[in-house]
């Protein structure tokens, strides 16, 4: 198999420690090198100073939680292509599974170019994203203490936490202005809340090329079926995981679109819900509305609705030719004739 990165190295990235392998193709002959880190900040500096020092040019790393974030951080000078892989890629083969060995897989992975990067967002949308979960994560304890019993107790927390997400909400606004125009344009879809706006530029970005296609987009977000099928029967249609801070406030923004009266949204959510159910319908309409994001950020384009008749228009001739198929059936003779206009 060809080999595109003849200096690269993997890291295996644990809360406590980093498992580092280089690995070397000299003339055919492939060299490795291993060592251990802990993740202290100082330790890290010397994992690149190391990585520097043996020549390594590209890097692998499993997404593992928060703890890649801290080694990212440090090696994202510019002296290193770092590559963040999705941990459900890189698997490695069972029953050989130790860090070194993972270190050594993701260096053997990087080095033919078989580790498709996760999206990582830059400095600013990774501030607006930290900032916009932590006042997701608050609402959600704030409202764990209400209606609880001996409320009098939590309400000294309840005010600390209404504080906390004043103090967020002003953090927010004083770093929005790069965003400010891609929220405007994403506010224009129905459902979607300044808020609900903010949180999903913090989350996908504001650049598209980053995603190939607009079908590239949803599958990150997790909003499509997988891919599960096996001698030709589909075997599986449960959505991807994919990215559930996003989704959560997709799937919140299409239910508050379903309920807008003659409406693109509206419609689709109704159509699909009468054959698949409300929970296939509504993940339809958050996709819907992920991929009117992308083509508007991509474009710069405000929001246009194609109305609550859009599916009876395109299946309109369709329909007809149905009507009177069950006009036949029933042994009538039926000839059709267009309203003057």
Known sequence: MEVLHAHCAGLDVHKDSVVACVRHMVDSKVTTAVKTFKTTTAELMVLS?????????????????VYWKPVWHILSDG????????AAHVKNVPGRKTDVNDAVWLADLMAHGLIRPSF?????????????????????ERASHIHRFLLKLH?????????????IDEEVSANVEPF?????????????????????????????SRFETAGH??????????????AGKRRSTRMKNGAPWLKTTLVQCAWAASRKKNSYLQ?????????????????????SILTASYHMLKNGTLYEDL???????????????????????????????????
């Open 49 to 65: 100073d190391w990585l520097s020092a043996a020549g390594a040019t590209h890097i692998a790393m499993e997404a593992t939680g």
């Open 79 to 86: 002296e290193f292509e770092l590559i963040l892989a999705n």
């Open 120 to 140: 990582v967002p830059d400095e600013p949308t990774q501030q607006m994203r930290d900032l916009l979960r932590t006042r997701k994560q608050m609402v959600r």
């Open 155 to 167: 309400l000294d927390q309840i005010d600390a936490f209404d504080a906390a997400l004043a103090r």
């Open 180 to 208: 400010r125009a891609a929220i405007e344009l994403l506010s224009s879809i129905p459902g979607i809340s300044s808020l609900a706006a903010q949180v999903l530029v913090s989350e996908i970005g504001i650049d598209m």
């Open 217 to 230: 987009l949803v599958s990150w977000a997790g909003l499509c079926p997988r891919n599960d099928e096996s």
């Open 267 to 287: 419609a689709q959510y109704l159509r699909i819900r009468s054959r698949r159910g409300s929970k296939k319908a509504i993940c339809a309409v958050a996709a």
């Open 307 to 341: 109305g609550a008749n859009h599916f009876d228009d395109r299946a309109k001739g369709k329909h007809v030719l149905r009507l009177v198929n069950r006009l036949q059936n029933l042994g009538y003779d039926v000839q059709i004739t267009p309203l003057a206009a």
